[in-house]
């Protein structure tokens, strides 16, 4: 069975720091990419970064560049996300996620004429909550 749990969300004050952790099971680690996605209330998903499977390369959008870092420890089947300075638009449910690499060398992300995103993920977590108080 394939799990992905999210862990170390909760209520912070802006300007503080949180690490968020996924825990990944059920599949083969190394063969995933994985991702942090956020989804704050009333509002639609919106990805936030991913890593490659050998965490050799990463992807950030343009609004958390510099405040967010992704890393992950294979050896753990562990993906985590390091929120520094964080703002109350920064209040969402955070979820990690998993697609599958399919060729050697592939990025986590595609990049299109008109655009760049995570490439779709297959596996999703449940999500944590984080709440920034102001």
């Known amino acids: 069975e394939v799990r992905l749990v999210e862990s170390g969300g909760g209520l912070v004050q802006a300007g503080g720091s949180l690490r968020l952790s996924c825990l990944a099971s059920?599949?083969?680690?190394?063969?995933?990419?994985m991702s942090w996605f956020r989804q704050a209330p009333g509002k639609e998903r919106e990805e936030i970064s991913c890593?490659?499977?050998?965490?050799?390369?990463?992807y950030y959008v343009d609004s958390v560049k510099g405040r967010f870092t992704i890393s992950s420890d294979n050896a753990k089947n562990t993906v985590y996300l390091q929120i520094n300075n964080l703002k109350s638009e920064d209040t969402a449910v955070y979820f990690c996620?998993?697609?599958?690499?399919?060729?050697?060398?592939?990025?986590?992300?595609?990049?299109?004429?008109?655009?760049?995103?995570?490439?779709?993920?297959?596996?999703w977590g449940q999500g944590t909550q984080v709440t920034v108080s102001s």
């Open positions: 996620a998993a697609g599958l690499q399919l060729f050697a060398g592939e990025r986590c992300w595609v990049t299109t004429a008109q655009t760049t995103s995570i490439a779709i993920p297959n596996y």
């Open positions: 059920g599949f083969t680690f190394d063969n995933y990419h």
């Open positions: 890593i490659s499977s050998n965490g050799g390369s990463t």
